[in-house]
């Protein structure tokens, strides 16, 4: 993208635009997210945000805040984070992973944040892998109605954010 120079910022999720998010991740994610995913992101408050271009709503970050399964701690899981296409490679992820990185720094019960990935997706994968994740399962037949249907597991320690 050239030109006039840009800004991208982040807003709440709210029952007032929440079809926004609806919209956005049906042209986004290969998997289709019921009206239960979207009323729990709205349950979940700063873990979710939508991210505007110059206004316009181009991405969102979704997470949910739930119990390790083996200790003590929380974590942090990324449900969904994404950007529409054209809009790709202009620090919108970046701002989106970095609230909640900002969230975790804030909290002292938060010992990591994890997510799945389809075991294709290149671009997510050196995305997250830049930020400091690293692969730690992968789960096969993850996907009920997408193929590759394996996920890797990536996740990071909040020490050091
Ligand atoms: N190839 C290689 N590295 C990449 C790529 C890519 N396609 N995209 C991002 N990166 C790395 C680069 O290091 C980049 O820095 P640089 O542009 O200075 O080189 C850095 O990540 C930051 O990139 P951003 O511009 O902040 O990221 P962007 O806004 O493009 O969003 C995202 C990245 C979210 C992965 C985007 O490609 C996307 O929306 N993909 C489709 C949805 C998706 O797959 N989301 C993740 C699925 S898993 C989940 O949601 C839990």
Do not use: W
Request: aromatic share 12%.
């Amino acid at each position: 993208m050239s030109g006039a120079p840009f800004r991208v910022e982040l807003g709440d999720i709210t029952p007032h635009n929440i079809k926004q998010l609806k919209k956005l991740n049906s042209v986004i994610f290969p998997v289709f997210y019921n009206d239960k995913f979207y009323r729990n992101v709205l349950e979940q408050g700063e873990f979710s945000k939508l991210a505007y271009f110059n206004d316009v709503v181009v991405g969102a970050v979704c997470c949910r805040l739930e119990n390790c399964p083996n200790g003590p701690g929380k974590q942090v899981y990324i449900m969904t984070l994404g950007c529409l296409a054209p809009y790709r490679r202009l620090g919108t992820g970046t701002l989106l992973l970095e609230h909640i990185f900002k969230i975790c720094r804030q909290r002292k019960d938060v010992d990591s944040i994890c997510l799945h990935v389809q075991i294709n997706n290149e671009e997510a994968i050196a995305f997250y892998q830049k930020f400091g994740f690293e692969i730690t399962e992968t789960e096969e037949a993850y996907y009920k109605r997408i193929e590759p249907a394996s996920a890797y597991v990536l996740r990071r320690d909040t020490t050091g954010l």
